[in-house]
């Protein structure tokens, strides 16, 4: 018996690890398409930025409430559903024939996404409870969201060549399909608190309206500029929010986000590093790729496979090793290797020629990216480990709110620091390969210096972990027969 609830725990993981697999899938698969998309729909330059914000926007911006939400009213309920409107939703984009069409399609896919991935750590730690099992767990989790989306560069490239940008859209359906019906089968039927009728309503509303409008602000910071009214007055908004959500959790009965989750040991810490690592990897996973087919001229399909090593190794690391490294010498330490990694790979790149040879100049960063696999896994593990269980879905839903900040502030911070001294060589004359080399090596570096704040942050604020000595946790362990 208990062998077939470790199997069912098992398939059970596979089946959530798919349903983040999509969503990562889905913001980096269309990312490749977005030439064909343009020709195809009609669309103008600057309402084609809608087909990756509208998703970004939705997504986002839910995270948060739909994790409570979850709490209240069941996780695999809020799961299951998620995946069906994800679901409905790609099958709607697929059939798009008019960009408002396609942009509504990708509004409901993002919530969607939101509502499935918000309390997707929320059931993993509830269905492995041991260390050594949830490590392992995670670990297979995180390789999904730092290796998928390398994954979906290269088979963005191939549907898109192969059959057409439609199909990027289509192959969602059957996974979602199956996703659906695995749920259905194999998650718990965990109970909801019974307390849906107390939701903070207020509270939901007021960060998300100020998730919506920061992350709407962030992406239009390239278009506007940072000084602009609209960046100063969307960010000043967006901030009264905050705090008048502050204020509500602080004497609402039933707060949406109680101060005791961000009390608890490593959650505020490990959110605010990710925040930082994350606005890094943007340098990683989409400076690289701009790098790659604007100096190198390579196409979609081959700079898939130029980025696939770093999938590889991100997923060697993360599937193969982390969690018994975690297990062995503690999460916080190799949080910290695997930052050192990550602020080797960005500060090689920083030094890339014009004219870079792959194997010796690129190889060796795709390499390092291993580091990836050791700090999503950790960080992970240390932001869940303080979590109730009746807050397992709100503690999930805020670890990937602060992923999509993350990467919307690398959005925002780094690609305009790279456009603008882009834009002064050009205007000093210099080449286009040249300034083009110089605005992403300054988003390399820029990238490298976070991760810095990131690793001391994380040596300053985290605690060593008291870890039993092995004879301890041997007396501990039950007898085997």
């Known amino acids: 018996m208990d062998l077939m609830a470790a199997r069912v725990r098992w398939i059970a993981l596979g089946v959530i690890a798919t349903g983040s697999l999509m969503t990562v899938l889905d913001g980096s698969i269309v990312t490749v398409a977005m030439p064909a998309i343009q020709d195809d729909l009609g669309f103008s330059p600057a309402a084609l930025s809608w087909v990756v914000n509208a998703y970004l926007i939705a997504f986002g911006s839910l995270l948060l409430f739909a994790g409570r939400l979850g709490d209240l009213i069941g996780r695999k309920r809020m799961f ?284 060796p960063t795709m390499l390092l990216a291993s580091g990836f696999g050791l700090v999503l896994p950790a960080l992970a593990t240390l932001a869940m480990s303080g979590a109730r269980p009746d807050d397992a879905g709100l503690v999930s839903g805020l670890f990937n709110t602060t992923q999509q900040i993350g990467m919307a502030m690398g959005v925002a911070v780094l690609s305009t620091l790279a456009a603008s001294r882009t834009d002064r060589l050009l205007h000093l004359g210099h080449g286009t390969p040249e300034a083009l080399t110089s605005g992403y090596r300054l988003a390399f570096g820029v990238g490298a210096g976070l991760v810095v704040v990131a690793f001391v942050t994380a040596f300053l604020l985290l605690q060593p972990a008291s870890r039993p000595a092995p004879a301890a946790v041997a007396q501990a362990e039950p007898t085997k027969v």
């Open 80 to 363: 299951v559903a998620g995946t069906l409107v994800f679901t409905a939703a790609s099958l709607l984009a697929g059939a798009a024939t008019s960009p408002a069409l396609l942009i509504g399609a990708r509004f409901l896919q993002g919530a969607g996404s939101a509502m499935a991935t918000a309390v997707s750590l929320g059931i993993l730690v509830t269905l492995f409870e041991t260390a050594g099992e949830r490590g392992r767990a995670i670990a297979v989790f995180s390789f999904t969201g730092a290796a998928g989306a390398a994954i979906g560069q290269v088979l963005g490239g191939v549907l898109t060549d192969a059959l057409s940008w439609h199909w990027i859209f289509f192959i969602n359906l059957p996974i979602g399909v199956a996703t659906v019906v695995l749920a259905q089968r194999t998650l718990p039927a965990d109970r909801s608190s019974g307390r849906a009728t107390k939701a903070d309503v207020v509270g939901a509303a007021l960060v998300t309206g100020a998730l919506v409008v920061a992350i709407y602000t962030v992406v239009k910071i390239e278009e506007y500029g940072w000084a602009s009214a609209r960046t100063l007055g969307g960010l000043g908004l967006a901030l009264a929010l905050i705090a008048a959500f502050a204020v509500r959790q602080a004497t609402a009965r039933d707060p949406l986000l109680p101060p005791r989750v961000l009390r608890a040991p490593g959650v505020a810490v490990a959110n605010l590093i990710q925040v930082l690592t994350l606005a890094a990897c943007f340098a990683f996973q989409v400076t690289v790729t701009l790098y790659l087919q604007r100096v190198l001229g390579y196409d979609a399909l081959r700079t898939g496979l130029a980025m696939l090593p770093a999938a590889v190794a991100i997923g060697s690391v993360s599937l193969g090793v982390a969690a018994r490294l975690n297990a062995r010498f503690g999460e916080r330490r190799m949080l910290l290797i695997g930052l050192v990694l990550l602020a080797a790979t960005l500060g090689l790149l920083a030094r890339l020629p014009v004219h870079a040879n792959y194997v010796t100049d690129l190889l």
